[in-house]
């Protein structure tokens, strides 16, 4: 994966301390044999959560901490049920279905939308029904919660000894223009696209100029994505397909322009939106 030093440090060092405790608890060297290895998630949209998720679980079961090593994707709006009990319900359905590998809720702050003791926030009744499993001792499973690092701290507030079930904290960093430019050039490879040198040079002025006036919901790799597939490659269509007098050809067919580059910046919804909140608020004087 791109980028992502800091969580594949961590990542590496958590790993290492759980085995190392394996290895002192097969040898009877400590009576404490826990085996809890819930963790935070805390970033950005667009930096890798869901994806490293994902390894984590292939990775713990790999080294014999999980049975089964899947991961089970869910959130508030899969959580969350209209009446009383249903939210209950349906997270006993989730913890169940993530036995054996990974829990994870994405944007798990929005489980908790009311700071006071709002009886109609079912939000917290998947917090109370997930509390039994981070506290049992070897539980097969890991659960991770995922969102915006301020959003996620205060939520974390909002249940004494919910931070402490969670012994991993990992903190996703935004990417750099740099790393964002070479997520771009790695997802045109892998479907068969090539940039004019032109187009290449037009491509990183542009993600350097995002980079540069991203906000916390610039949404990071998600954005290039979007970027390539909505935007640049779009242009590259028409440009291909209304042209009746050009040969279509592989290299027609592959061949990515810096008019495509100029077209998708112009079109691009997102980065007007970006450019849109850059701009110093109008106001009227009295």
Known sequence: MIGLQKVKKDMREAWIMSLFNKKRAEMSLQKNKECINHMLFLGNPGTGKTTVARLVGRIYHKMGFLSKGHTVETNRAKLVGEYIGMTEKKTLEAIEEARGGVLFIDEAYTLI?????????????????????????????????????????????????????FPLTFTFEDYTKDELMEIACRLLKSDNYQMSKEAYDRLYELIEKAAAKRNEYFSNGRWVHNLINQGII??????????????????????IEESNIIEAENNYLELKCLRKLSLQVIGFRA
């Open 234 to 255: 779009k242009s590259m269509a028409k440009r291909v397909m209304q042209n009746k007098q050009a040969k279509i050809d592989i290299e027609t067919l592959s061949k």
């Open 113 to 165: 939308q009311s700071k006071d003791n709002d009886t109609k926030d079912f939000g917290k009744e998947v917090i109370n029904t997930l509390l039994p499993v981070l506290s049992e001792s070897n539980p097969d499973m890991i659960i991770i919660m995922a969102g915006y690092q301020d959003k996620m701290t205060a939520m974390l507030k909002t249940n004494p000894g919910l931070k402490d079930r």
